[in-house]
């Protein structure tokens, strides 16, 4: 059996993470009357057009105005609110001065929600597309940042993150993601889900979040089928703020040759900067081979863009090799 049948559930069709947090946004806001959505006038592209129809006094479209619509939403967090303000990912992050003053310094619970993450989002091109965000967000000290790289990791987390006293951002994608199989793994703050954690010691272990999980899956199946290892660890590290240091001590547990992260999102502070930071502090670490975007972001089709940025299953691997 290959890592990608082990892995992901081929009787469930893929669905965009933004999808994903639409229906539940609706399934919960159908039972809890104080949750509130915020909508930048992209309610369609967001999916919270689907709670508007459900709950249209609790939707609020604030227009292209997202500076004040993260001040709206703060103010309803401070009196007992539970508030969703979502917008395009780079919008949403673009007032990160509002973000950090109005609400992680004042500790307000506001749920936000970026979608349209990376290169994957396609022919809107770089304007549109959320490459820095997580760099922003996991600069501040209270704020959750989680990327779901499956529908059932963005459901876990709405149920979670509605419960939390805590500021989150949560990041989702325009294209649709294969469901992972169920292990029966509590959802715990800041763990990472360890997908298959191979036997062979001083073989890779790759580390990916997001839309680009999926391609990771298939270049690890790549390489071992090549020849170039006889396994590779998988890890979906869908927590990118806080961060568990007991993923890190599982990592090294497999006693890998080196730890690959893959993410559609700048190089420079993301997953790979979160794992840079982490294991460098341990002595005797593997070497980290970071793959990611080092430039800007350009318009085509999401295949075009993932193909052109080396995000495929053979691009992947041809990072990893050097080949």
């Known amino acids: 059996m290959s890592l990608y049948e082990k892995i992901f559930d081929s009787s469930i069709k893929a669905k965009a993470t933004r999808l994903a947090f639409g229906e539940k946004l609706k399934e919960l806001g159908s039972k809890n009357e104080q949750i509130v959505v915020l909508e930048g006038d992209l309610s369609k592209s967001t999916r919270t057009d689907l709670f508007a129809a459900e709950c249209p006094d609790r939707f609020f479209n604030m227009g292209i105005a997202e500076a004040n619509m993260i001040g709206v939403a703060a103010g309803f967090a401070r009196a007992g609110k539970v508030p969703f303000a979502a917008s395009f990912g780079c919008f949403l992050t673009g007032r990160f001065d509002q973000i950090r003053m109005s609400v992680s310094f004042t500790g307000a619970a506001v ?40 529908e059932r990791e963005t459901h876990s987390f709405m149920e979670w993150t509605v419960k939390d006293p805590n500021p989150s951002y949560m990041r989702v994608t325009r294209q649709g993601l294969p469901q992972v199989k169920d292990t029966g793994a509590t959802f715990k703050e800041g763990h990472w889900e360890f997908l298959h954690e191979s036997k062979e010691e001083n073989v890779p272990c790759i580390v990916a979040t997001g839309g ?41 547990a497999l006693k890998p040759s080196f730890v690959v992260s893959v993410e559609d999102h700048y190089k420079m502070g993301g997953l790979g900067g979160i794992l840079a930071e982490m294991l460098s502090e341990r002595p005797s670490s593997p070497a980290l081979k970071r793959i990611g975007v080092t430039e800007f972001g350009q318009s085509g089709s999401p295949s075009d863009n993932y193909e052109n940025y080396g995000f495929t299953g053979p691009g992947i691997a041809k990072q990893i090799t050097g080949a």
């Open 111 to 150: 749920n936000l929600i970026g979608s349209h993450a990376g290169v994957g989002i396609g022919e809107d091109g770089h304007s549109q597309m959320a490459l820095e965000d997580v760099t922003l967000m996991r600069s501040l000290p209270n704020v959750r940042v989680f990327q779901p790289s499956h």
């Open 212 to 252: 680009v999980l999926e391609p990771s899956v298939k270049a690890a199946d790549e390489l071992i089928a090549s020849g170039a290892y006889p396994d590779v660890s998988i890890v979906n590290a869908s927590w990118l703020n806080p961060v568990s240091k007991e993923n890190i001590d599982r990592i090294l």
